[in-house]
């Protein structure tokens, strides 16, 4: 496959410098029995709790996908029984907010309205009590250095489950249009990359594996990379 040919212009783009990450889990001390007692820890939790009881699951080891994507749903069918709550949290999907304040509002309105169903609480056991765990990111620098997108679409495959984390999730912290890091630098090539830039915009990466994310991505640069050759 012939190469797209990088003008002056592109050839004064900084190269995509891949870096790949871990997410540290890190205690609170806080733990709560009931839906009242997570409802209000979540009034002033960190925010980056909340970040990792939604994400941080996709960096933990898992032996097979499960039957709830964040820490909350998974306490309230397990630790409640709750499968009504369960099911409710579930379909949560973080990517369609805003911030992890906006996060933060839905997952307490949820809870609100199943505990005013309600007529008891339910109690988990001191062995299933929910406890908020905080989270940091450690960020470590790799040796690959690219300079065409067309570079980047045939290393993406490879790349660890802890890039990809950080280039197509984490990254949407730190934009300021909010954009993952691929989508980022394309834009700088004048739209001679918007097709790929589109077919990123269709992926959401909350229902699934890094794995999984990973091949919807190195199929996307696959695809759209054609027209550029």
Sequence with gaps: ML????SVREESITPFKVKDCALIALATGKRARTLKGVR??????????IYYHFWGSLLRPRFEDPEYHNDFAGWAAHGLNDKTAAERLGIVDPMEYE???DLRAELIDII???IDELEMLPAATRDKQFEFINSS???FATRRVLKKPE???EVISNLSPGSIFYHFIDARRRTSKSQDDFTAW????DGSYQAVIDGLA???PYFGSLTTLRDDLSETFAKHLKGNS
């Design 186 to 189: 394309l834009e700088n090539f």
């Design 202 to 204: 269709e992926i959401d």
């Design 151 to 153: 570079d980047l679409g």
């Design 99 to 101: 911030s992890v304040e």
């Design 137 to 139: 990111i450690v960020v």
């Design 3 to 6: 190469k797209h040919s990088m």
């Design 112 to 114: 609100d309205e199943r």
């Design 40 to 49: 209000d820890y979540l009034e002033n939790i960190d925010p980056e709790s």
